[in-house]
């Protein structure tokens, strides 16, 4: 008898390299154009550049053309960088991601060609996407220049852009080819996108790492006063930890309704839309892990003492533990301008069932697929109140 089914099994391993370097466009620096090295010398290349770096490095444009032409022997420039806007209007423009990829068909930017991506998480983010679904995949390389990019978002292997209201409706898993960290950047972003990244760091410290959780508190003041060194070691451990859990968790295209890394994100999806943006990313995440550490404790999983150490922590950082947005509609979960509806939305963007990273201990989370929305309530009145005696001391 002929066999009824052909079983299919596809092992594929990828490689990519997160380096850390500095000065990462100095002509003398041969890391881009090594990377960009084609097989046959030279290959092409399309620069996605992130318009919010101008007005702090107004030649920055100039000077990739300059590196371009001094490693000509490696690659090439399709056109000059193609510049967008930064931020999360990046993911929001439905025509911005159509117009990367038309300049990559002029340009005729093929499989082996390269798109490099300069700027922060949302442009790495709108550039990923238009390379991933360009020919089914173009190689991508980051540059990503913010804290929070280089910090999560820049090494790991998801891209997308917003649609229908939501964030990342449209997108793809695809890791890039490579991912290189100047931590020079970090010093041209202002106080809120300096911090945004940290929480992040907080995140993944709260979940992986006790030791690392208790450096971030250490480091908290310098951290706050802008300490490139005390940064440099957060950026370099939050990314290593990211990293490595993609690596190793087993599901790094995230078939399973699983996604310890969005700890405290299923909130802060919800108020960066319900903010209409004024709220960064990292500034919802450190908001959605309050939130969610608080809720931790209460429903009996934290330890209070714990509880206390992480909120102080992100205060001490800078971040306002609070929104008008937290509280709109909040009795009602299926409002549109509900926070909770972002508990459907999670389900829904991940599929299966509700699964919401908690917290056991700090540096030990504890998935469940329920949740108490009387005791959400409460918890977010507690956070309002600390927040107002905060502002009132
Ligand atoms: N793909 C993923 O796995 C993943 C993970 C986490 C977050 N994200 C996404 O990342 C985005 C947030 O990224 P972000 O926090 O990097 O912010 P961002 O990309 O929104 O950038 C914030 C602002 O900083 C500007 N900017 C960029 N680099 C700068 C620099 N060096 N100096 C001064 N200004 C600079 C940008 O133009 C923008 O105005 C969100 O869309 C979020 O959903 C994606
Ligand atoms: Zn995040």
Known sequence: VLPSVLEQRIPITYRYGVHF????????NPLLADVLRGQPAPSRALV?????????RPGLAGHVADYARRHAGSFHLVCPPL????????????????????????GGICRHSFVVAIGGGAVLDMAGFAAATAHRGVRLVRLPTTSLAQADSGVGVKCGVNAFGKKNFLGAFAPPWAVLNDLDFLTLLDD??????????????????????????????????????AMERAVRRSAALHAAHIASCGDPFEMGSSRPLDFGHWSAHRLEHLSTFR??????????????????????????????RVLSVLEALGFTLDAPELHENAAEPEH???LFRGLTEFREHLGGQLTIMLLRHIGQGEEVHEVELPLYRGTLELLRQRARHRVAA
């Not at 996605?48 to 702090?56: E, M, S």
């Open 83 to 106: 510049l967008v806007p930064g931020g999360e209007a990046a993911k929001n423009d439905p025509e911005l991601w159509p117009r990367v990829q038309a300049a990559m068909d002029a």
């Open 21 to 28: 370097t500095r000065g990462v466009l100095d002509p003398g």
């Open 336 to 338: 549109p301008r509900s």
């Open 279 to 308: 709220l960064r990313h990292g500034e919802a995440v450190a908001i959605g892990v309050a939130l969610d550490a608080l809720y931790s404790c209460r429903a009996g999983l934290l330890p209070r003492p714990d509880c206390e």
């Open 48 to 56: 996605v550049l992130d318009g919010g770096l101008l007005p702090h």
């Open 192 to 229: 809120r996108d300096w911090r945004a990244g940290l929480a992040e760091a907080v995140k993944v410290a709260l979940i992986k790492d006790a030791a690392f959780f208790a450096e971030l508190e250490r480091d908290a003041l310098q951290l706050a006063r802008r300490d490139m060194a």
